[in-house]
């Protein structure tokens, strides 16, 4: 029953990820602005998630007219319906616990010691 989600400054760089939130039948408040998927066409990534997700009633603090859920609508038709099985990704975790996902770190070896050698060996 999650109504508002919070995912400013998460690194959310494909709009497509948005499509995990379809399932969030009673989301109604949406904040994705500072991610890279706003990219350098704020209307379109407005547009697409507005067709995307359409119980949203505010995304990024600004409500949505009516007229822009018609245009929303009507411009992105084609997009896929809301699939029962969403692939993995770092952005589904973050839906999971609201928490930007760390990314996966690979432990690097320790580095070995270099041997001690007395100083009157080097005489």
């Known amino acids: 029953?999650?109504?508002?989600?919070?995912?400013?400054?998460?690194?959310?760089?494909?709009?497509?990820?948005?499509?995990?939130?379809?399932?969030?039948?009673?989301?109604s408040i949406l904040w994705l602005c500072d991610n890279p998927c706003v990219g350098a066409s704020a209307s379109e990534y407005r547009t697409r998630t507005i067709a995307m997700l359409p119980s949203i009633t505010k995304l990024d603090n600004v409500d949505v007219t009516d007229e822009e859920r018609a245009q929303a609508v009507a411009q992105f038709k084609d997009l896929p319906a809301p699939s029962s099985t969403p692939?993995?990704?770092?952005?589904?975790?973050?839906?999971?616990?609201?928490?930007?996902?760390?990314?996966?770190?690979?432990?690097?070896?320790?580095?070995?010691?270099?041997?001690?050698?007395?100083?009157?060996?080097?005489?």
């Open 87 to 123: 692939s993995p990704s770092n952005f589904a975790g973050a839906i999971t616990t609201g928490r930007p996902v760390a990314q996966p770190v690979t432990p690097k070896a320790p580095e070995p010691k270099a041997a001690h050698t007395p100083a009157s060996a080097n005489q």
């Open 1 to 27: 029953n999650l109504t508002e989600l919070y995912l400013r400054k998460n690194e959310i760089a494909d709009i497509r990820e948005v499509e995990h939130l379809q399932k969030l039948k009673h989301l």
